[in-house]
Each structure stands twice: as structure tokens, then as C-alpha cells.
């Protein structure tokens, strides 16, 4: 991985979210059943400390406690603690995130000629939406459709993902509004410019939004 991309990722994770005090960041349940994630969700959601993504009036970051059955806990600064850095909580996020990365099987969408449009990731794990803000994603994507990409997340399981230039966004608008209005977890119908200068909403496929 190049340096410039590792710097992207620990910059992307720690700006997008406030500085608090060490118990707010640690408020983990001391179980083997769980670990620490940072997941992306709606503004509704209001989780206790979060941070909207650049540009973005809808999508927040968040950390939580995930456990394996994909039950998400808001980090709050009450409840059960145990001892452990905010560094230590960021490694072990980004850690799982990237394992998760590993094992996506987007669906390549084509055109009449064969020509890959547009990518589409479903998966269980509420991390998924996550993987966005990994330098792995930009890299493997950016192979397909070049160094610009434009993201969707309407739901915390599901990602699209399409060249910047020449896409099919326009006729998927309508497919991922109902995604995020039909998810048990939605995130937002925003938009997401994705580049090695980082990430940014640019719009929003709700034209009353």
C-alpha cells in the first residue's frame, strides 16, 4: 500500500471524528462477542458521538460496538468500560473492516457491449458501508473505473459504485432511494465523490432532499 494512501485512511478515520474525552471513545462492553466498529448511518439515528462525512448534511460516521450477531451499540460515555486507546479502537476498526473488504463479491453490471458500468455490493455485516473509507476500496475500484469514483450507500449493507465520468448513475436513482427507503439500516441517499484526495458528498439522488 502506498504511503500517500496510508496517510488518506488514518487521516479520513481520525478528522471525521470530534476529539472526546477516553471514556466517551471506550464505552465497549469487555466481551469476546463483540468489537469495535466504525460504521456509517443516517443523521436520524443521533448516535451519542459521530461526525458527518465532508460535505454531507445526511451521512454520519460513528464508533460502535458491533457483536456477531450484527447488533450495533452506539459508543456512548456511560455504561461498562474497560481500559484502551483511541488508537488501539481505530487499528482494530480498520482491521475488520479490512477483512470484511477482502471477501466482497461486488455483482459487475454490464452494458449490451460488456463494458462494466457499475459495481454493486451486498452484504450481511453492517460494516460494508464502511469500506468506502478503506484505501483498499479506492485502489481495487479505481482499477475498474478509473482514479474518480462515485459512491452510494443507501444502506449500511449496500454500496454502488460507478466510474465519475460516463456512468449509469441517472437510471439508478430511483433503484437506491427504495434501497434506503426499504433498509432495516439505512444510511442516506447521498452522493460520494471518492478520490486519493479523500471523500465528499457532492449530491443526493432524493431530488427533494
Known sequence: MARKDQRFSLLTLLLLLPFVPLTSLCSLMA??????????????????????????????????????????????????????????????????????????????????????????????SPLTASCILLPGFLKRFSAIFGPELIVAVPARNKIYVFPKLANQLPSMTETIRDDYLISPQPVSTELFELSNKGIRAIGNVDASE
Open 31 to 124: 466481551s469476546d462477542e463483540s468489537f469495535p466498529s466504525l460504521l456509517l448511518g443516517g443523521y436520524f439515528e443521533r448516535p451519542p458521538v459521530s461526525r458527518f462525512l465532508p460535505g454531507s448534511r445526511k451521512t454520519l460516521l460513528f464508533p460502535a460496538d458491533l457483536d456477531h450477531d450484527n447488533r450495533v451499540l452506539p459508543l456512548a460515555s456511560s455504561g461498562r468500560l474497560f481500559s484502551t486507546s483511541w488508537d488501539s479502537f481505530l487499528k482494530k476498526a480498520q482491521e475488520r473492516s479490512s477483512l470484511l473488504l477482502a471477501t466482497l463479491n461486488p455483482a459487475m453490471i454490464r452494458d449490451s457491449r460488456g463494458v462494466i458500468q457499475m459495481a454493486v455490493i451486498t452484504n450481511d
